[in-house]
């Protein structure tokens, strides 16, 4: 089955760049949805954004001024990197796959990221001097 | 952005009996269209990642027992353990998938009374 692996530096100076790669495994990273979720130590989940196989990308706005999302489909990866990170940026960073649903309107047949399933295991990334 | 809230904040429950969690949104999760509910539920132990266990509101994940179960339409939604096992320890999240930015409710910790 699919498995998600975070990796990077686990300690990040304020100012700095925080970047994650995340390695998908047991199965293509094409055709899916694939997404970055972080939880402050000791509170709840907050959605990031997610990049489709194609690249095309959807941030939350919070973080969208200072946030990248890309996918290389051919290393089965996808990253994110986060400009300018303070204290606040401290928590666990999770990648997930969104399991992509569909809908229809009038104006055709449409894929829709949703629920988040697999995860991987989650890193812990610090912002400190 | 669709605020999404739980209740309570934490419940301690006795082995065997039921566990109810509350999840609101502030707008309707329901797409007319193909009358589907984007909601979920996750469960998530100290140390791991949250773990899928209910999706369109009512369905549950292959492999989750069947004392879980969703409930609910529109903005208001239930987490329901029918009988609590010492392994549901847990924080329980909703998370709404019908509009962007996705949103998770803050969590409800269940424990053993």
């Known amino acids: 089955q699919v498995q998600l692996q975070e990796s990077g530096p686990g300690l990040v100076k304020p100012s700095e760049t925080l970047s994650l790669v995340c390695t998908v495994s047991?199965?293509?990273?094409?055709?899916?949805?694939w997404s970055w979720v972080r939880q402050p130590p000791g509170k709840g989940l907050e959605w990031i954004g997610y990049?489709?196989?194609?690249?095309?990308?959807k941030y939350s706005p919070s973080l969208e001024s200072r946030l990248t999302i890309s996918i290389d489909t051919s290393k089965n990866q996808f990253s994110l990197k986060l400009d300018s990170v303070t204290a606040a940026d401290t928590a666990i960073y999770y990648c997930?796959?969104?399991?992509?649903?569909?809908?229809?309107?009038?104006?055709?047949?449409?894929?829709?990221?949703?629920?988040?399933?697999?995860w991987g295991q989650g890193t812990l990334v610090t912002v400190s001097s | 952005d669709i605020v999404m809230t739980q209740s309570p904040d934490s419940l301690a429950v006795s082995l065997g009996e039921r566990a109810t969690i509350n999840c609101k949104s502030s707008?309707?999760?329901?797409?007319?269209?193909?009358?589907?509910?984007?909601l979920a539920w996750y469960q998530q132990k100290p140390g791991q990642p949250p773990k899928l266990l209910i999706y369109?509101?009512?369905t549950r994940e292959s492999g989750v027992p069947d004392r879980f179960s969703g409930s609910g339409s529109g903005t208001d939604f239930t987490l329901t353990i029918s009988s609590l096992q010492a392994e549901d320890v847990a924080v329980y999240y909703c998370?709404?998938?019908?509009?962007?930015?996705?949103?998770f409710g803050p969590g409800t910790k269940v424990n053993i009374k």
């Open positions: 369109w509101a009512s």
């Open positions: 707008q309707s999760l329901l797409y007319s269209s193909n009358s589907k509910n984007y």
């Open positions: 990049v489709y196989s194609s690249g095309i990308t």
């Open positions: 997930a796959r969104a399991e992509t649903t569909y809908y229809d309107d009038s104006r055709g047949h449409h894929a829709w990221p949703s629920w988040f399933d697999p």
């Open positions: 047991g199965g293509s990273i094409s055709y899916n949805y």
């Open positions: 998370q709404q998938y019908y509009f962007s930015p996705f949103t």
